[in-house]
């Protein structure tokens, strides 16, 4: 068993991103339904957690917010502002599908604080790892500009944090949110210190973003590693890119803190995605990186709330990430694997290897990547 830190707060859910229909806002023959990005998925998230008895069992620390000064650790000051007016204004878009609503600035500040706090609570030794439910979401924003329903780069943030405040050599960051970390790779292209390895749908969102052939620029030559996988992958495909790429690389890289940009959106039935991870595949893949973390870092290691839109799905999931942390098993059951045995998301395909094999050609250039047919 390990002591789990669990950060959030009641705010994070008040962030309003008003009315729409998935991510269109209310207009021409689009009758308005809910904005993808509403408090309903990471709610029940945290209602499964109380009824399932795991929250009492977890170490929960109230964030902070994020200081300005840490906030520019990545972002403009002319950025900060806008989402700071556009807030104060009551509603509006910094930058692209980023919506604000009343107070959104003061919540994105503790969403980002959040991500601080689990590293911080981590690194200092006051648990062993931590899974921070942040809302507004971070990977997609830029430096100076809010991109795809997020507004501070929380994980970039904390990663600054973990470096420029902590004094930490190396940070290995892992996306495994369904869309392109553009934002959190942005932040780090030219870092040779901070890792950055995103498993995403190949040409999902953002548009040009992500190709195999990003790897970083400069010093920062080989620490940006994307690993774009074909629509249809499931926790075969995933587990697979982790064994053959991810954990030879941290091998290689020998971080002192990993930490997971975790966007449950690969789920099953994410609306946004069209990848087959099951509740399983997140547990899977949550004990692949703790033993990273434990090989290399004593286990530190700070899961962070991205994306994840189905709100059925996205609390068993997220549940079984958390029970993989914790090394504590509740008595709750996917109640959808019974209806999903015949997909084929344990099964590895050729043309999953056939993608997992381009990105070990292009990264062999940088680390030692045994290449099998
Ligand atoms: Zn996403």
Redesign the pocket.
Known sequence: MKKTGFICDEKYFWHDTGNGALFMPPGGYIETDVHSENPATKRRFKNLLEVSGLMDQLTQIKPRAATVDEIKFYHTENYINKVKELSDAGFGDAGELALVGKGSYEIALLSAGGAITAVEAVVNGDVDNAYALTRPPGHHAEADLGM?FCLFNNVAIAAKYARNVLGLERVLILDW???HGNGTESAFYEDPNVLFISLHQERNFPPGRGNVEDIGKGDGLGRTVNIPLPAGTGNAGYLHALEEIVGPIADQFKPELILISA?Q?PGMFDP??RMMVTAEGFRQMTRFMLDLADKHCGGKLVACH???YSAAYVPFCSLAIVEELSGIRTDVEDPFAKALTELPTDELFDIQKDYVNKVKEVQSAYWNLAIKA
């Open positions: 795809g949110d369904v869309h966007g959106d946004l995605a991205e994306g994840g």
